[in-house]
């Protein structure tokens, strides 16, 4: 007990009580003093007794303080060698100097002592040196370890039951998924009902043991689509598998003349049931968008694409195309004016389709602009040839000219993208709701969301060729000018390198139709002819190619010097004719400052998905992508991933 409260209680209050006494008894003895004497001895005991008293209750107090101190000490130790978490002092080494019972039996060893923490939980190696929470594994269980720097303190709790709650809860989360035949009236086109009933069978039987495989509820919604109600768990396994079906159900009808390929959309995390169905089918529009043939995944925010490895079958019928056809008509007639917009660095391809666009645009008197604003050398032959033309030349504006013109009522149409990033001027797609996506490329995570009309067609040749047909539906009576036809057919030569990549049966039909209206090849040929310096400058990059995995060639530009990405582009499509090369992959950097790099394939491989992974995009046969760093660097990175593909699924069909 502190002096102050002894003194509080055991102190002067004694004295004055013990001189009253005294002064009481003298006052006493004043009348008698014979009571005075008696009273002055009983005050002399009672002095005495106090005394004696005090010195034994100071004592008794202090063999009771002892005593609590050692059982409070004792009870202590006790409890904190037997306190359900664990605790552990280090010096600044980070080696344990102490630590109590729990740790011991946690780590089944008698003492840990002396030990260095990183050794203990190889975790930490990775941490970062702050207050706060760690996770570590320690055989089947799993710790959380929270630390006191500044008392070197850590203290070690068991998660274990609630980690594995917490992994039972997102493994159990609700999983859907739709799969469907992507091309079944293309394989069906021909057939009898008994071959086809006999084609559906075997489709039907694989897919059956896919989903008994997987332990997976199927549930067949129409002839050529499915329902999957899965979960978590099992959605892992699937992406674990690539998606086998895939590949399977293709394999199984491969003597057609036309093989049946799978689409599947699959999503999982969203926040309700309404939610998750709106995420699979977006999923599901994601694996037709890019060509069918794949699986696309989206779980939370993340977007997985699975196979992907043939190319977008062709449609036969042209019914869609004429449905469009007549949608865009309307719009167009709606509208106070129509703005055309291709994407950034444009090519000859989004040039031409720009040009059938404003053509329709023409055939019902409307206003109609082109957004360009500056001419690349790739288009550069094709701009001086329409602006001999003065009717199309004053079409073209600058961006800052659009952004000017347009209003609630003007029909906004992109071509050959439907990427907002991609477009020239995004802010155009924010000033009105009319907007109007044409394209070819396979559908990527970007999307231009508010778009009333969309026409994505993965198995085209190109955007021109897609615009030629709608031409042809969107008036009975189109006539093109020599100019105009020749525009269109310069997107469709250069985009299938000469009618010898990505062509079907549509593609010439709709280089027919645009040669019968006047289309001039010699003038192609021209936009077309190389550069003597140009030339050379492809043949300094191919001499530094280096080939990998016996069928890629990987070609880089010296370090230092600055390639235009037509020219990176071209060099790829070069390399391609070598021998017993299936895909290539160029890298040099722009003149913007950053590396671009283009990539090819015959159709063995989808570059599309290498590209994908280094932040890019485009076909099966065609893809780019621009990062920063240097061209080394990109090159290691490309390797890399190369390398992950080759481990995930081969590199080649």
């Not at 400052?593 to 076909?619: D, K, Y």
Request: glycine share 6%.
């Amino acid at each position: 007990m502190p002096k102050f409260l002894i003194n509080r209680w055991h102190g002067m209050h004694h004295l004055w009580a013990f001189v009253l006494m005294i002064l009481l008894t003298v006052t006493l003895a004043f009348y008698e003093w014979k009571l005075g004497m008696l009273g002055l001895l009983l005050c002399g005991a009672v002095g005495f007794y106090s005394v004696m008293a005090e010195r034994a209750f100071r004592r008794d107090l202090k063999v009771y303080l002892g005593t609590l101190s050692y059982r409070v000490k004792k009870a202590g130790n006790e409890v904190i060698s037997d306190l359900p978490f664990g605790i552990i002092l280090y010096n600044e080494d980070k080696t344990v100097e102490w630590h109590n019972a729990f740790v011991t039996h946690m780590l089944e060893r008698e003492s840990v002592v002396g030990d260095s923490l990183e050794d203990l939980f190889p975790t930490l190696s990775q941490a970062k040196e702050r207050e706060g929470t760690v996770e570590a594994h320690v055989g089947n269980s799993v710790y959380e370890l929270q630390f006191r720097f500044d008392e070197r303190l850590l203290y070690i709790r068991d998660m274990t039951q609630r980690w594995q709650l917490a992994k039972r809860y997102e493994e159990e989360k609700l999983a859907l998924g739709i799969v469907m035949m992507d091309n079944l009236d293309e394989v069906t086109q021909g057939m009898d009902d008994q071959q086809r009933s006999t084609l559906l069978s075997k489709a039907t039987a694989e897919i059956t043991d896919w989903a008994n495989k997987f332990h997976v509820y199927l549930k067949r919604l129409t002839s050529d689509r499915y329902l999957v109600i899965t979960d978590m768990r099992t959605l892992k396994q699937l992406e674990l598998s690539r998606f086998v079906l895939l590949d399977e159900v293709r394999e199984i009808t491969a003597e057609n003349k036309i093989p049946m390929t799978l689409s599947i959309g699959f999503a999982a995390g969203a926040e309700s049931v309404v939610e998750l169905g709106h995420w699979a089918q977006t999923s599901l529009d994601y694996a037709l968008g890019r060509g069918g043939d794949q699986a696309a995944v989206k779980v939370g925010q993340r977007q997985s694409f699975y196979g992907g490895k043939s190319n977008a079958v062709e449609k036969r019928t042209r019914v869609r195309a004429r449905v469009v056809a007549h949608a865009l008509r309307d719009l167009i007639k709606d509208s106070d004016r129509v703005v055309i917009m291709g994407h950034k660095m444009p090519d000859m391809d989004a040039i031409g389709a720009s040009i059938g666009v404003l053509k329709a645009a023409m055939l019902f008197n409307k206003e109609a602009y082109i957004v360009l604003e500056g001419v690349n050398p790739s288009i550069q032959k094709m701009m001086e040839m329409l602006r001999e033309e003065e009717r199309i030349a004053k079409r073209f504006i600058t961006p800052e000219q659009a952004k000017e013109l347009i209003n609630g009522n003007t029909l906004v149409v992109v071509v050959d993208t439907h990427k907002a990033s991609m477009v020239k001027e995004p802010k155009l797609l924010t000033q009105t709701d009319k907007i109007v996506v044409v394209d070819h490329h396979r559908r990527g995570e970007e999307f231009i969301a508010n778009a009333i009309l969309v026409y994505m067609e993965p198995y085209a040749s190109s955007t021109c060729e897609l615009i030629t047909e709608l031409l042809q539906y969107i008036n009975d009576r189109v006539l093109l000018d020599v100019r105009e036809a020749t525009a269109l057919l310069a997107g469709i030569t250069v985009d299938t390198k000469s009618f010898s990549l990505r062509t079907g049966s549509r593609t010439f039909e709709a280089a027919s139709f645009l040669r019968r209206n006047g289309a001039d090849s010699t003038l192609i040929q021209r936009m077309l002819k190389e550069d003597l310096t140009e030339y050379i400058k492809k043949a300094e990059i191919i001499k530094q190619a280096e080939i990998v995995y016996d069928h890629i060639a990987i070609a880089m530009t010296e370090q230092g010097r600055q390639y235009s990405q037509l020219l990176i582009a071209q060099t790829a499509d070069t390399l391609l004719n070598m021998t017993d090369v299936l895909a290539s992959f160029v890298i040099g950097e722009r003149p913007d400052g950053l590396i671009g790099i283009s990539a090819r394939s015959l159709g063995h491989m989808n570059v599309q998905v290498v590209m994908e992974r280094m932040g890019g995009g485009g076909h099966l046969t065609n893809a780019a992508a621009q990062q920063e760093g240097t061209v080394v660097e990109v090159a290691q990175r490309l390797k890399q991933v190369l390398q992950e593909l080759d481990k995930e699924e081969g590199l080649f069909e």
